[in-house]
């Protein structure tokens, strides 16, 4: 059974950093689509950062590329996202999710192809 299980989050202000966790199990790591979404009350879920564990290629939500890192280590099949230069509008559930497929559109990040979600994180930011 796939499980995915984030950890992180919190609270901190503007120009702080936050690094999240996805603890990954039930499946073969290498070779997946991994990623980050988010969402906050109102609001549609916003693909953030996507990586294919197989090669490390990566794709960002403009809104967050060049403050947010995401990275990956097979080793522990953890996903990791490193963000940098919070913004109150950072403020969101994070959640990690992971398929066998990644697809990104007009350069938007696709939630619909990935299965498996996690629970959520939760980031808040103050200014």
């Keep these: 059974q796939v499980q995915?299980?984030?950890s992180g989050g919190g609270s901190v202000q503007a120009g702080g950093s936050l690094r999240l966790s996805c603890a990954a199990s039930g499946y073969?790591?290498?070779g997946y689509c991994m990623g980050w979404f988010?969402?906050?009350p109102g609001k549609e879920r916003e693909g953030v950062a996507l990586i294919y564990t197989g090669t490390g290629s990566t794709s960002y939500a403009v809104s967050v590329k060049g403050r947010f890192t995401i990275s990956q280590d097979n080793a522990?099949?953890?996903?990791?996202l490193q963000m940098n230069s919070l913004r109150p509008e950072d403020t969101a559930m994070y959640y990690c999710a992971?398929?066998?497929v990644c697809e990104v559109l007009s350069g938007t990040i696709q939630a619909?192809?990935?299965p498996y979600w996690g629970q959520g994180t939760q980031?808040?930011?103050s200014s």
């Excluded at 522990?76 to 990791?80: A, E, F, P, Q």
């Design 112 to 114: 619909g192809v990935l």
């Design 4 to 6: 995915l299980v984030e």
């Design 98 to 100: 992971a398929g066998p």
């Design 28 to 30: 073969t790591y290498v």
């Design 38 to 40: 988010r969402q906050s």
């Design 123 to 125: 980031v808040t930011v």
């Design 76 to 80: 522990k099949n953890t996903l990791y």
